[in-house]
């Protein structure tokens, strides 16, 4: 799924545990409904989408119900 106003890629925790990613620092976040959270960004993950790759971080929270 994308959020068209999204800043960041957000991955549900257990994908990072799964990945191994290392928690760096918190931020705050703001959701679509207008919530306010502080929230761990992990990383760094790197993505490749049909042979371009980016490394990146990636905020970390439970799995968002669609």
């Known amino acids: ?3 068209t106003g999204a800043r ?3 991955l549900p925790e257990d994908i990072v ?6 928690t760096r620092y918190k931020t ?3 959701y679509a409904d207008g919530r ?3 929230i761990p960004v992990a990383g760094p993950v790197t993505i490749t989408i049909q ?6 971080d990636c ?3 439970p799995l ?3």
């Open 1 to 3: 799924m994308v959020a």
């Open 36 to 38: 306010r959270e502080e």
């Open 59 to 61: 905020l970390v929270g």
């Open 51 to 56: 042979g371009r790759s980016i490394n990146s």
């Open 8 to 10: 960041m890629l957000y």
């Open 17 to 22: 545990a799964k990945l191994g990613l290392t």
């Open 64 to 66: 968002l119900p669609v």
């Open 28 to 30: 705050r976040v703001r």
